[in-house]
């Protein structure tokens, strides 16, 4: 069990260390102005209130890192349960096959559900992999980008994300007009696919997933998507962005994940000159995900990329 850090005693301290140096500074206002000692005064507040600001900001850097602490935690507890999960499962079958006999028809439902234990640690792997990929890729190592048919490869997201949760489908509802996006295909799945798994996850039941691919104005492209579940908290969306950020104990969760999917999809998405942001859908329940990025409708010829685009 990781021992989580506390905001109580980085708050308590600062707290206290405020309300002493405010003391302080009262009280050397006061003396000096009785002796009307102006050039110490002024000095002396100076420092004292440079003091203060330095206390205050020290207050701010140790709550984040608390919070950070505390994050991590939650996502050793994630990993550590989504790497055992499907370990244990994969175990369980192939010591079942092992033991006993089989019919045909049970044996390729449970290379199927292995299949699926495997799908999903190789998908944490890659989730692990791009995180700490990101922010140490040297742009000179970066592969060059390429226009990409955002409409086409939304779909066969779609497709795979039908598949890997058993959708139906009147579940999910295209509407996807051609449209063409600079970056390279390997991000922009990850994209989408990080974005549509997370719609299910939190989905109501059943579930029921809008998809809108288009053109938002001169160029740029826009991609939305939407759920019917209980919608993302105001104060949560912004934050739920940050790295291992998932909201409240791992213990007290139903969802799986890491804390990764929407740092992800933030990091990629500026890497390709975007912004991602998440919102209400006003009288309905759920939350919309909206990915503004860089594009044109694919019946407009392309703008020429000079060689030298910057990443």
């Known amino acids: 069990m990781i021992q989580r850090s506390s905001l109580k005693w980085p708050i308590t301290l600062g707290v206290v260390l405020l309300v002493l140096i405010v003391g302080l500074l009262v009280l050397w206002v006061i003396g000096q102005a009785a002796t009307q000692q102006w050039a110490m005064l002024t000095v002396g507040t100076i420092f004292i209130a440079l003091v203060l600001i330095g206390v205050v900001l020290y207050l701010i850097l140790s709550i984040k890192e608390v919070r ?26 192939l010591q079942t096959l092992d033991m ?34 990101l922010g140490h890729l040297e742009k000179e190592d970066e592969p060059p980008l390429e226009e990409l048919p955002l409409d086409q490869l939304t779909r066969a997201c ?6 890997r949760y058993e959708l139906a489908d009147d579940q999910v509802a295209l509407d996807l007009q051609p449209c063409v996006s600079l970056g390279r295909s390997q991000d922009v799945e990850m994209i989408l696919t990080n974005l549509l798994d997370n719609a299910v996850k939190y989905a109501g039941q059943p579930s029921k997933i809008d998809v809108h ?3 938002k104005g001169p160029g740029r492209v826009l991609v939305r998507i939407s759920d019917n579940g209980k919608g993302v908290r105001f104060e949560f969306r912004r934050k739920i962005f940050e790295r291992f ?12 994940g890491t804390g990764l999917g929407l740092y992800i999809v933030r990091s990629l998405v500026a890497k390709m000159h975007g912004k991602v942001t998440v919102h209400g859908r ?7 995900f909206e990915v503004d990025l860089p594009g044109h409708s694919s019946e407009i010829p392309a703008t020429p ?7």
């Open 282 to 288: 006003g009288p309905l329940r759920g939350a919309t």
């Open 100 to 133: 006993r006999q089989v019919d045909p028809e049970q044996q390729r439902e449970f290379h199927k559900f292995m299949l699926d234990d495997v799908q999903r640690l190789d998908s944490l792997i890659d989730h692990l992999l791009v995180a700490a990929r």
């Open 305 to 311: 990329v000079p060689d030298t685009v910057k990443v």
């Open 213 to 215: 691919v288009g053109l």
């Open 158 to 163: 779609v497709e795979t994300i039908r598949r």
């Open 245 to 256: 950020f998932r909201g409240g104990s791992e213990l007290e969760r139903t969802a799986k």
């Open 68 to 93: 950070l602490n505390l994050r991590q935690a939650n996502f050793i507890d994630s990993v550590t349960h989504e790497l055992k999960s499907p370990i244990a499962s994969i175990k369980l079958y």
